[in-house]
């Protein structure tokens, strides 16, 4: 039975899916509490990597090289850089690039790339979910606003060693990378899946607008209970797809 590995953004989201979970196993590995079991006879892993790329980096390579997953599947939270996205809105990465780091010198180790890309048919996959939670798709929504709506977007994400916390940082990532969201993972998550040749999918939640310190951001109105709640709700069925796609 092939398995599917899950990195959360948050320890709640993990919780919350070891709660679907039958057969349910928790070790601490690698410093990480990784949850394993079955999700409607699929076997699945999951843990919480901490933020940042070496933690990112780290978790997904422990999980590739102990559990060898068919799939890596990260669900995280991010600042929004595209005007078009609102709060809860989702970026799905269908391009992954480093914010802060010099790509060319990176491309010259293996898989010799400089940005990095969630698997276009788990793309696919994640686009149907979000339309049948009732997500639209902000590429073609003509609204003026979200308000009454979600939206989902496959578009770029950028990821970064740095809390994206004002106005100046905010422009600097846009003109860097052109990216809709900035998170502190994705791309590392991508690159360490692409260089073990594994699938992968890097979703992202509209938390903030990169336009306060960290430290507000945890007062903010975003509802990180929610968020839990619905991410892992979203990427459960994911999980099904994936597995129904085999």
Do not use: W
Not at 104 to 124: N, Q, R
């Amino acid at each position: 039975m092939a398995t599917i590995a899950i990195i959360g953004a948050l320890e709640k989201e993990v919780m919350q899916i070891k709660e679907e979970l039958s057969d349910v196993r928790v070790a601490k590995e690698a410093g990480l509490n990784v949850v394993s079991g079955e999700l409607d006879g699929i076997s699945m892993v999951a843990t919480t990597a901490g933020m940042g790329t070496v933690n990112a980096a780290a978790a997904t390579q422990h999980l590739i090289s102990k559990y060898a997953p068919r799939a890596v599947v990260f669900s995280g939270i991010a600042g929004g850089l595209n005007p078009k996205l609102h709060i809860d809105d989702v970026v799905i990465g269908k391009c992954l690039r480093y914010l802060d780091t010099d790509t060319a010198l990176i491309a010259e180790s293996a898989p010799g790339l400089e940005e990095f890309a969630s698997t276009p048919a788990l793309v696919d996959i994640a686009a149907d979910v979000l339309a049948e939670h009732g997500f639209v798709d902000a590429s073609t929504n003509v609204a003026t606003s979200n308000e009454g709506s979600k939206q989902f977007l496959i578009g770029t994400i950028a990821t970064g060693n740095r809390f994206v916390a004002d106005g100046a940082m905010r422009d600097a990532a846009i003109e860097a990378t052109h990216a809709d969201c900035v998170g502190m993972e994705g791309a590392a998550i991508a690159h360490v899946a692409t260089k073990n040749g594994v699938d992968c999918l890097v979703l992202r939640a509209i938390s903030d607008n990169c336009d306060e310190a960290y430290d507000a951001f945890c007062d903010h109105e975003f509802d990180l209970f929610e968020y839990a709640r619905t991410a892992s709700g979203i990427t459960l069925d994911i999980v099904r797809h994936i597995a129904a796609a085999q």
